[in-house]
């Protein structure tokens, strides 16, 4: 233990503790700019500096370790004085549009003012950089309103291995992005979004797709058609001041109503519809691998549901591409439902049908305008928009979100099982399609508690299991004994190790879960802020009670589904399934 | 202040031929660590790229580590603006500095060194490849393992600070890590490393022929021995010049100065500028108690005579750091900007002569919480070039 006082108090600290870890576990805050725990440790920005005695300079709090006897100010004289200082010096290369700016209220550059309180502006000067980058359908880059803190460079680097987001030049002329002349629509961006989870300003953001819906909605001669994804209710009541963790399926639906959807579909349903496919296909694949002799099975089978993660195969990947599930992505698939299941039922035009998606996710802005994700001619899903702007179009039609009364879904594609609402979560889709498979397979529930694979919960980045198969249908004897080896990883740097094996030949699985965001769809690109793991875990339990919740906890056992196939896919894998519900891939370049 | 008692000495040690080399390797290679730890540390030599941390110390920190992987870095990344005196080093003494390496790899544990020869040094880079043919050739002779690789940097001024070197040697962008931890544990690579200046290293290998005790002899308490200064700017006599340490500045201007010296930049832009009326109280050497008013230096020494701006003096600085800071933390980035902003301002008479004094505060602020020396350093001239040339400041 190390002995050390803060502001005249003594405290004891585990060795390695950092001067402000160590003021945080006894309730002394000190302001702080650019850290983000356990991920971003750097000590860019200087706000968090505090005096030692002793030191001939100030010390960043968040890089420097508590060392015995140490004796820390973190409010003296000088330490508020160059604090003021520093920020104002931020200040002086940041736009003061504050009231036209998205983040405004939602800042923590305006947190940090409200702290450290400046009334007057002495450093007024050269502005750095003036670039907006729109290129790209799901991320803005507006580098005038950067503040250079490399939260974005320490994701994109160190968490999901992209490597994109880079400084860039030196000195004042410093700036964060893709290289030069580098478009982000035209990089190998996954359109992941973490780096706009991070931005702590408007630098970074979505590319708000709110006035095409607001423009939809007013169209009376269009049926609009919204869905929300699983991950979408665990996080919307943040942007309503609940709890992380709380939550708000039914107060969702009421207000998407209020909004003026016509109707309401939930994603999941479309979820349940990708255990069957997806389920159908691993199947497939593995009666190919056990029963013929060719080499024509491709094992492992990857999942497919994350658009950022399949991006990054196909840059990255692109000769392993044959991994992927065929299956498209839950919401295309319900959006290709919607304009053809759905309009023929109710008789719409399916010209006249607006679908709109409402997603955690930054990286479906980009999937949409895909070419395979039209059909005959027409989009699948029309707009996306993130949790984060649901929730501004909540704020802006004046809806009273708290108090809302629940509400429902829409019939027929809305009804859906607890295996749905798991893929909001890493882990889960492994889960609900095992859930499935092995029943199918051997006519019985899957062994576990509650339903779970407990060593594919939680927020590990690579997480395995193994699945016994013991006494099979008779269709399936050829599996009897098979232990089939399952990975899940979240955040792509895990799918890049996952992925060389499969390159070296070693890997020794046979079905894999990626998604693309560190945690899954709870902590995805389009989520309200602040993520961290604390809020990860909170969504990742409301998830999990949401499922525990339902009597119905099996994708194959959902009633709608088997009605779906019943009037009008046929089987699993059958013609319209193809032509609805799978997709292809494209080899894209490595840079 | 105290009045000065050395008078300037001139030494020739660094210069004086380096033909017993292969002799010194020899003999030093034989003796054991911990005698030659010793030695440097009795020498009481200061590290020499400026920043004046003991050799020995260093040395002994690094040997202590247990790491089976270390490193011997030699910072050849000769970059602050008037200074001039390791390239002359590397082209006439090379052996001297190689030799010190080699010294150091035996003594910390090493069998691997580095000469980062900066970008625009790229001319030295066959001779000095020459040099370390013929003294690998010699290391493989008698059986010593021990290889000097030349590494080749990029231009940026950053890359002298020891941790953005590493960085820039590892192939990521140069900018400087947080420290601790220090280089003599997780230096290049994360291993254990001793960078030393490369006039540091040419010193090591004069203790080590002499013994400390000659090197000791030289200069002034906490300023012991020799060095190298590369006096440039209104001097009829321009050029590299070793000198005991601990002069007074004003012998100095006596010597080099073309008569009407108004001021002396000690220490390159990075360091301290001396107006006329300070010179008979500055000493040139390492701070200490006894010393008074006593300025490090890396060696450059610029005079300016009264035909000189210091507005544009201090303007030519500030566009310097303003484009080498190497952008990473708040203060240097910005802050060198917004200074010369600011002095623009007010020389435009846009802002009033009060804002000067604002200015200050920032450069105190730069003082304290810049993330490593650059940054740090600003303030220095900024203050001093304000403080006794207000006036060509403001009109």
Same mark, same amino acid.
């Given at each position: 233990m190390i002995n050390l006082t803060i502001n005249n108090k003594k405290f004891q600290v585990e060795e390695g503790t950092t001067i402000f870890d160590a003021a945080k576990l006894n309730n002394i805050l000190i302001p702080h700019f650019c850290y983000m725990e356990n991920?971003?440790?750097? *000590?860019?920005?200087?706000?968090c500096v505090v005096e030692v005695e002793g030191g001939k300079t100030l010390m960043a709090s968040c890089v420097t370790p508590a060392t015995e006897g140490m004796v820390v100010h973190t409010n003296s004289e000088r330490v508020r004085d160059v604090r003021k200082v520093i920020f104002e010096l931020m200040l002086s290369d940041h736009p003061k549009e504050c009231l036209s700016c998205?983040?405004?209220?939602?800042c923590e550059l305006q947190d940090l003012g409200n702290l450290i309180q400046?009334?007057?502006?002495?450093y007024e000067g050269a502005k750095s950089k003036d670039v907006v980058d729109s290129s790209s359908p799901s991320i803005v880059r507006?580098?005038?309103?950067?503040? +250079?803190?490399r939260r974005c460079v320490t994701v994109c680097?160190?968490?999901? *291995?992209? =490597?994109?987001m880079n400084p860039h030049h030196r000195g004042f002329s410093t700036f964060i992005g893709p290289?030069?002349?580098?478009?982000l629509g035209e990089s190998?961006?996954?359109?992941?979004g973490q780096c706009v989870l991070v931005c702590?300003?408007?630098?970074l953001k979505e590319k708000d797709s709110t006035a095409a819906v607001w423009e939809a909605l007013y169209d009376k001669s269009k049926t609009v058609v919204v869905q929300t994804a699983p991950a979408v209710r665990a996080a919307l009541g943040e942007v309503f001041a609940?709890?992380?963790?709380? #939550?708000?399926t039914g107060k969702m639906a009421a207000a998407l109503h209020q909004l003026g959807f016509d109707y309401v579909f939930d994603t999941n349903f479309a979820a349940d519809l990708t255990i069957m496919e997806e389920g159908s296909e691993f199947l497939e694949r593995v009666t190919n691998a056990f %029963?013929?002799?060719?080499?024509d099975h491709v094992l492992p089978m990857i999942t497919s549901c994350s658009p950022g993660w399949i991006k990054f195969m196909e840059h990255?990947?692109?000769?392993?591409? !044959?991994?992927?599930?065929?299956c498209k992505s839950p919401h295309m698939m319900l959006g290709a439902l919607t304009k053809t299941y759905f309009a023929e039922k109710m008789n719409i035009n399916p010209a006249k049908l607006y679908v709109v998606s409402v997603m955690p996710c930054t990286a479906k802005k980009f999937e949409i305008t895909?070419?395979?994700?039209?059909s005959n001619g027409l989009a699948d899903v029309d707009a996306v928009i993130t949790t984060r702007e649901l929730g501004r179009m909540i704020k802006d039609a004046g809806i009273d979100f708290r108090s809302l009364e629940d509400g429902e879904f829409d019939s027929p594609l809305g009804l859906s099982s607890g295996a749905a609402d798991i893929?909001?979560? %890493?882990g889960g889709v492994m889960e609900a399609a095992l859930r499935t498979v092995h029943e199918l397979v051997t006519g019985r529930e899957l062994p576990g508690i509650k339903l779970h694979i407990k060593p594919l919960?939680? /927020?590990?980045r690579i997480k395995t299991a193994e699945l016994k198969i013991e006494n099979p249908l008779p269709a399936y004897s050829? +599996?009897?004994?098979v232990i089939v080896k399952v990975a899940v990883t979240s955040g792509l740097k895990g799918a890049a190790e996952l992925l060389e094996q499969i390159k070296n030949g %070693?890997?020794?699985?046979?079905f894999i879960e990626i998604m693309g965001c560190p945690g899954g769809c709870?902590?995805?690109? *389009?989520?309200?802020?602040?993520?961290?793991d604390a809020i990860r875990t909170m969504r990742l339990e409301a998830i999990y009670r949401e499922d525990e919740g339902? #009597?119905?906890?099996?994708?194959?056992?959902n009633v709608d589904i088997q009605m779906l196939y019943r009037d009008f /896919?046929?089987?699993? #894998? =059958?013609h319209k399934s193809h032509e609805l519900l799978h997709t292809v891939y494209t080899q894209r370049s490595k840079n | 202040m105290s009045t000065p008692i050395y008078q300037l000495k001139r030494v020739d040690f660094?210069?004086?031929?380096?033909?017993?080399w292969k002799e010194i390797l020899k003999n030093s290679i034989n003796r054991p660590a911990h005698e030659l730890i010793n030695e440097l540390i009795s020498s009481e030599l200061k590290g020499?790229?400026? !920043? =004046?941390?003991p050799t020995g110390l260093k040395w002994k920190l690094a040997a202590e580590v247990d790491d089976p992987i270390k490193y011997v870095i030699c910072n050849?990344?000769?970059?602050?603006? =008037?200074?001039?005196?390791d390239r002359e080093i590397l082209s006439k003494v090379p052996l001297k500095v190689l030799t010190s390496m080699a010294v150091c790899g035996h003594v910390i544990g090493s069998k691997e060194g580095y000469i980062y020869l900066r970008?625009?040094?790229?001319?030295?880079?066959p001779e000095l490849n020459k040099s370390i043919g013929e003294f690998k050739d010699y290391c493989n002779e008698i059986n010593f393992d021990f290889t000097i690789k030349i590494f080749m940097g990029s231009? !940026?001024?950053?890359?002298?600070e020891e941790t953005a070197l590493f960085e820039s040697m590892e192939g990521k962008r140069g900018e400087p890590r947080n420290k601790p931890p220090f280089p003599s544990t997780f230096?290049?690579?994360?291993k254990p490393t001793v960078i030393n200046n490369v006039e540091t290293l040419a010193h090591c290998y004069t203790i080590f022929e002499y013994g400390s005790k000659r090197f000791y002899d030289l200069g002034v308490q906490y300023s012991r021995g020799s060095k190298l200064f590369s006096v440039s700017g209104d001097t009829p006599k321009p050029g590299i010049y070793e000198l005991e340490l601990g002069m007074s500045l004003v012998d100095f201007v006596d010597e080099?100065?073309?008569?009407?010296?108004?001021?002396v930049q000690v220490g390159g832009a990075s360091g301290f500028l001396v107006p006329r009326k300070g010179f008979r109280e500055t000493t040139i050497g390492f701070q200490g108690k006894?010393?008074?008013?006593s300025l490090p230096t890396g060696g450059s020494m610029m005079l300016f005579n009264s035909s000189r701006s210091m507005y544009n003096v201090l303007d030519n600085y500030l566009e310097f750091f303003r484009e080498e800071?190497?952008?990473?933390?708040t203060p240097c980035r910005v802050g060198c900007q917004q200074l010369l902003n600011g002095i623009k301002a007010v020389k435009r008479g846009?802002?009033?002569?009060?804002?000067l004094n604002k200015l200050m505060r920032l450069t105190e602020t730069m003082q304290y919480? !810049?993330?490593?020396?650059l940054g740090q350093s600003v303030a220095n001239s900024f203050s001093a070039i304000v403080e006794n040339f207000r006036e060509e400041m403001i009109y």
């Amino acid at each position: 233990m190390i002995n050390l006082t803060i502001n005249n108090k003594k405290f004891q600290v585990e060795e390695g503790t950092t001067i402000f870890d160590a003021a945080k576990l006894n309730n002394i805050l000190i302001p702080h700019f650019c850290y983000m725990e356990n991920v971003h440790q750097i *000590g860019s920005c200087r706000i968090c500096v505090v005096e030692v005695e002793g030191g001939k300079t100030l010390m960043a709090s968040c890089v420097t370790p508590a060392t015995e006897g140490m004796v820390v100010h973190t409010n003296s004289e000088r330490v508020r004085d160059v604090r003021k200082v520093i920020f104002e010096l931020m200040l002086s290369d940041h736009p003061k549009e504050c009231l036209s700016c998205w983040r405004n209220q939602n800042c923590e550059l305006q947190d940090l003012g409200n702290l450290i309180q400046l009334h007057e502006f002495r450093y007024e000067g050269a502005k750095s950089k003036d670039v907006v980058d729109s290129s790209s359908p799901s991320i803005v880059r507006d580098s005038s309103k950067c503040i +250079l803190c490399r939260r974005c460079v320490t994701v994109c680097n160190e968490i999901q *291995g992209v =490597g994109l987001m880079n400084p860039h030049h030196r000195g004042f002329s410093t700036f964060i992005g893709p290289s030069e002349d580098e478009l982000l629509g035209e990089s190998v961006c996954t359109n992941c979004g973490q780096c706009v989870l991070v931005c702590p300003v408007g630098a970074l953001k979505e590319k708000d797709s709110t006035a095409a819906v607001w423009e939809a909605l007013y169209d009376k001669s269009k049926t609009v058609v919204v869905q929300t994804a699983p991950a979408v209710r665990a996080a919307l009541g943040e942007v309503f001041a609940y709890e992380p963790g709380t #939550l708000v399926t039914g107060k969702m639906a009421a207000a998407l109503h209020q909004l003026g959807f016509d109707y309401v579909f939930d994603t999941n349903f479309a979820a349940d519809l990708t255990i069957m496919e997806e389920g159908s296909e691993f199947l497939e694949r593995v009666t190919n691998a056990f %029963t013929t002799k060719e080499k024509d099975h491709v094992l492992p089978m990857i999942t497919s549901c994350s658009p950022g993660w399949i991006k990054f195969m196909e840059h990255r990947y692109p000769d392993q591409l !044959a991994h992927l599930s065929s299956c498209k992505s839950p919401h295309m698939m319900l959006g290709a439902l919607t304009k053809t299941y759905f309009a023929e039922k109710m008789n719409i035009n399916p010209a006249k049908l607006y679908v709109v998606s409402v997603m955690p996710c930054t990286a479906k802005k980009f999937e949409i305008t895909r070419p395979e994700m039209f059909s005959n001619g027409l989009a699948d899903v029309d707009a996306v928009i993130t949790t984060r702007e649901l929730g501004r179009m909540i704020k802006d039609a004046g809806i009273d979100f708290r108090s809302l009364e629940d509400g429902e879904f829409d019939s027929p594609l809305g009804l859906s099982s607890g295996a749905a609402d798991i893929f909001g979560t %890493t882990g889960g889709v492994m889960e609900a399609a095992l859930r499935t498979v092995h029943e199918l397979v051997t006519g019985r529930e899957l062994p576990g508690i509650k339903l779970h694979i407990k060593p594919l919960t939680g /927020l590990s980045r690579i997480k395995t299991a193994e699945l016994k198969i013991e006494n099979p249908l008779p269709a399936y004897s050829f +599996l009897n004994g098979v232990i089939v080896k399952v990975a899940v990883t979240s955040g792509l740097k895990g799918a890049a190790e996952l992925l060389e094996q499969i390159k070296n030949g %070693t890997s020794p699985y046979h079905f894999i879960e990626i998604m693309g965001c560190p945690g899954g769809c709870i902590s995805g690109g *389009g989520q309200p802020r602040p993520v961290n793991d604390a809020i990860r875990t909170m969504r990742l339990e409301a998830i999990y009670r949401e499922d525990e919740g339902k #009597l119905l906890r099996k994708s194959h056992e959902n009633v709608d589904i088997q009605m779906l196939y019943r009037d009008f /896919l046929g089987v699993p #894998l =059958g013609h319209k399934s193809h032509e609805l519900l799978h997709t292809v891939y494209t080899q894209r370049s490595k840079n | 202040m105290s009045t000065p008692i050395y008078q300037l000495k001139r030494v020739d040690f660094i210069f004086k031929d380096e033909k017993d080399w292969k002799e010194i390797l020899k003999n030093s290679i034989n003796r054991p660590a911990h005698e030659l730890i010793n030695e440097l540390i009795s020498s009481e030599l200061k590290g020499r790229g400026g !920043a =004046g941390f003991p050799t020995g110390l260093k040395w002994k920190l690094a040997a202590e580590v247990d790491d089976p992987i270390k490193y011997v870095i030699c910072n050849a990344d000769e970059g602050e603006p =008037g200074t001039f005196k390791d390239r002359e080093i590397l082209s006439k003494v090379p052996l001297k500095v190689l030799t010190s390496m080699a010294v150091c790899g035996h003594v910390i544990g090493s069998k691997e060194g580095y000469i980062y020869l900066r970008g625009e040094y790229f001319f030295l880079q066959p001779e000095l490849n020459k040099s370390i043919g013929e003294f690998k050739d010699y290391c493989n002779e008698i059986n010593f393992d021990f290889t000097i690789k030349i590494f080749m940097g990029s231009g !940026a001024y950053i890359c002298g600070e020891e941790t953005a070197l590493f960085e820039s040697m590892e192939g990521k962008r140069g900018e400087p890590r947080n420290k601790p931890p220090f280089p003599s544990t997780f230096g290049y690579l994360g291993k254990p490393t001793v960078i030393n200046n490369v006039e540091t290293l040419a010193h090591c290998y004069t203790i080590f022929e002499y013994g400390s005790k000659r090197f000791y002899d030289l200069g002034v308490q906490y300023s012991r021995g020799s060095k190298l200064f590369s006096v440039s700017g209104d001097t009829p006599k321009p050029g590299i010049y070793e000198l005991e340490l601990g002069m007074s500045l004003v012998d100095f201007v006596d010597e080099f100065g073309d008569g009407d010296t108004k001021a002396v930049q000690v220490g390159g832009a990075s360091g301290f500028l001396v107006p006329r009326k300070g010179f008979r109280e500055t000493t040139i050497g390492f701070q200490g108690k006894l010393t008074g008013i006593s300025l490090p230096t890396g060696g450059s020494m610029m005079l300016f005579n009264s035909s000189r701006s210091m507005y544009n003096v201090l303007d030519n600085y500030l566009e310097f750091f303003r484009e080498e800071s190497c952008g990473q933390c708040t203060p240097c980035r910005v802050g060198c900007q917004q200074l010369l902003n600011g002095i623009k301002a007010v020389k435009r008479g846009e802002k009033n002569a009060q804002y000067l004094n604002k200015l200050m505060r920032l450069t105190e602020t730069m003082q304290y919480t !810049a993330k490593c020396g650059l940054g740090q350093s600003v303030a220095n001239s900024f203050s001093a070039i304000v403080e006794n040339f207000r006036e060509e400041m403001i009109y």
